[in-house]
């Protein structure tokens, strides 16, 4: 049992703890050893008694803490106290549902920052059109990027996708609102030649218009314009998902139509579905914490879970600071 | 004949230029005079007699032209022809499908900024799910902007939305990260501020998340950011709508079932064909340009024509100007 993974979980923050519970208590995988953090009303739900530790704390993180106090404030919280025993090499990776602000602001203040990185970006992979995925970063966790941050997350986006999906020179496109290199605002001007200069197989500017339809392994963003491209994309697709089904249940004649492509529209609800994508991650602190939606069921938190033995695996961590402490 | 309107179109620049010799020959409208410029090859095929000046340019200008020097290196070309007989008050309001860099660079160098104004916000009218519509600014002019640019984006957006649409005092909501009021980077907490104090019906921020679905008048946004939410928009409406079709279009099965909800389809492309909203626009030049896609057809330019008519007749730029003036 000496190289059991130890996988850890904050159930608070999850809209619907009884799906993790359903989860962790259905889980069977002897190559992980399950470490939960909630309340004891909640832990005492959890019936599996083999590869699984229960952290009884005392305390929860909300949306409305400040997220820059929480690991501070709230030491007993689920989220806290399964970050510490991150720190403290008791587990290998932490996941959470909880609040982003105070995840990424505790992943950072408690985990540290690799050499070299400034501010830590969040990333998530996103679908397109095709079947093709694409990492995007950052999603908002650094609104204030420098050229320099943007070059360390496709540097570093770059390693994640090598290693995780076994691309060996991962293609990076730069968000900006031209695809001409003179487009954007000073910020992406400069990454812009940093990234030329400095990332292997970068292939330039690329617009939102295109954002379903391209075929790079990396998007990067600044962390206001990646917000509000993630979010879009969501939003739009969310509309117009209910627009069409505004359609299909006017009258009896488009119910019939609906009926007939309904297999067709399921696969295209799955893809928007991005629970098969594993959580969020930051990208430049020392150890691995992933965030899964607010809203994850069973197959997202299975899907993290797998992120996670694959990100402990592969060592990616441990390559990610070799890497940016040799500067390359 | 005093008091008819002189409305410019440069028909270069235009996908298919057909499309505007066509809406050109057709359009009657005792009120207006058209005054189109073009090359000779062009105008020979317009074929309107009445209330039409044509003016015969030798110059064309190029997506691959800098925009910055269009006004100076191509002054016989349709665009700055048209733009300087804007300036000179030989025509009302110019139309153009141009290059948007040389339309906006231009537009801003010939006519000049209303004072008060350090750099001038593109505009758009956007729809919603709903029949709702909104205007999005700015769509990428100022990708450096300041707080106060912000501040007057909504100022002048209200000014637009009062007197083209009758609304009497348009809300405002300003894109950004999240809903809170300490969300954003140092440009948009100060613009959230500024807009709190001087905004009447200011609403707080948005997401993209909601921007298909709110009911807002005006949403401002700084120019980086709202291009990606603009293109993303369009590029994840067409996606989609691509995925749509690939799902009809499977088997006999769906392609029944694409017949039969048909009409409902055709009013969701509808909704997303932006040409009955008229052009793009910029808030805080002293005069009215507005610019039509290049993809625009006969409809897109009709509907440009009754803005610049709507714009003219309320007299909305010389209330720009005054109100601006008056620090208001």
Chains 1, 2 share one sequence.
Do not use: W
């Not at 904050?10 to 208590?25: M, T």
């Not at 997220?67 to 501070?72: D, F, L, T, Y």
């Not at 200069?197 to 970068?202: D, I, T, Y």
């Not at 799955?270 to 691995?288: C, R």
């Amino acid at each position: 049992m000496h190289n059991i993974m130890k996988i850890g979980i904050d159930i608070l923050g999850i809209d619907n703890p009884e799906r993790i519970i359903n989860f962790v208590n259905n889980y069977k995988d002897s190559e992980v050893e399950l470490y939960v953090y909630g309340l004891e009303e909640t832990l005492i739900k959890i019936t599996k008694t083999e590869n699984i530790v229960k952290n009884v704390c005392t305390e929860e993180v909300y949306m409305s803490d400040d997220s820059a106090r929480v690991h501070r404030k709230k030491k007993d919280s689920s989220m806290i106290r399964m970050l510490d025993d991150l720190k403290n090499q008791i587990i290998d990776v932490a996941i959470t549902g909880g609040s982003t602000g105070a995840f990424m602001a505790s992943s950072v203040f408690m985990i540290g920052r690799i050499e070299g990185i400034s501010k830590p970006g969040l990333a998530s992979l996103l679908p397109t059109r095709s079947d093709h995925k694409f990492l995007l970063t950052d999603l908002g966790a650094n609104v204030e990027a420098k050229p320099d941050d943007l070059l360390n997350y496709a540097k570093l986006g770059q390693l994640y996708m090598k290693y995780i999906y076994n691309i060996e020179t991962p293609s990076v496109a730069l968000l900006n609102v031209g695809v001409e290199e003179s487009k954007g605002n000073k910020v992406y001007k400069d990454a812009h030649k940093l990234m030329k200069a400095e990332v292997a197989n970068f292939k330039g500017n690329i617009e939102g218009r295109e954002i379903l339809e391209h075929q790079f392994d990396i998007v990067v963003a600044e962390g206001f314009a990646g917000n509000v491209l993630l979010k879009t994309i969501e939003g739009v697709a969310k509309s117009l998902g209910k627009m069409i089904k505004g359609i299909f249940l006017q009258n009896l004649k488009t119910k019939i139509g609906a009926l007939l492509v309904k297999k067709g529209i399921n696969a295209f609800r799955k893809k928007f579905d991005y629970s098969e994508y594993g959580g969020a991650f930051l990208l430049g602190i020392k150890k691995p914490t992933i965030k899964v939606h607010g809203a994850a069921d069973e197959n997202a938190l299975y899907y993290a879970v797998q992120q996670a033995k694959q990100i402990h695996k592969t060592k990616l961590y441990d390559i990610m600071i070799e890497t940016m402490e040799k500067g390359e």
